[in-house]
């Protein structure tokens, strides 16, 4: 199959925004804030190891938690639910919680939970364009306001908010207690540059999250079960010759032709753990 450009689809949420991202329409007056953009593949043989999606916040999202395979399956879905961020913008005051800043028990946790206080026991951390950050299931983290960014994630909609602050929505105390890490967060994958122009930001158990940028003509050679998500972010792009724009997201699971100029800038993601050495 040809590569496939993906479609969109809109998810008003209270911390959203009505002012999106370019190559987003915003948010029409007087209508709901969006939070999210999903990319979708519609009439795929098979559901997509990947979801992407673009975030826009204004608050604080719910402090939260995802459950990893095993725990997902015995709930009946289909895999749990690994997510990387790259944040386009940010303003200056922008933070991300991401872990605790020191272990607890889970009964600590879940105390915390109902009194509030979690709030201060997650570990908020100053973030700026350009940061990338692997959050494995089981992390307990929440995203601030003021934020835009690339969310790559296994695809499953599956969330348990731990804490909302006081907003009228479903919490998930019992679930989320159960699957969550209750630790300070640690990187376990720093970004690296592997070829010029060709730098991974995440080598995650469920996925691999790549940044290209710069001048290129390649053929890109997806492996069996592994397809590409090209995330094009600014500049000009083509593969088989069609136009990649930014705020679009394509498939890819057969060789095409890619050619990039100097002001490309590309994301690229994978299922699976392990580096595709010679993907182009």
Known sequence: MPAVQLTTRRIEKPWGRRDLWPGFGDAPPGGAPVGEIWFEHEGAAAEPELLVKYLFTSEKLSIQVHPDDRAARAH?????????????????DAVIGLGLREAVSREALRAAALDGSIEDLLDWRSVKAGDVFYSPAGTVHAIGPGLTLVEVQQNVDL????????????????DGIAVAD????????????????????????????????GTGQAQLTPQPDRPLL??????????DGAPLEAGTVWSVDTPVALESGADADLLVAYPGGGIIQDLR
């Open 159 to 174: 969330t348990y908010r731990l804490y909302d602050y006081g907003r009228p929505r479903e919490l998930h105390l019992d």
């Open 182 to 213: 209750p630790v300070p967060y640690v990187a376990a994958f720093l970004p690296r540059e592997i070829a010029h122009g060709r730098r991974i930001l995440a080598d995650g158990p469920a996925f691999v999250l790549e940044r290209w940028t």
């Open 76 to 92: 009946g879905h289909k895999r749990g639910k690994d997510e990387a961020w790259l944040i386009l913008a940010a303003a200056p």
């Open 230 to 239: 090209l995330m094009p972010l600014a500049g000009t792009m083509a593969i």
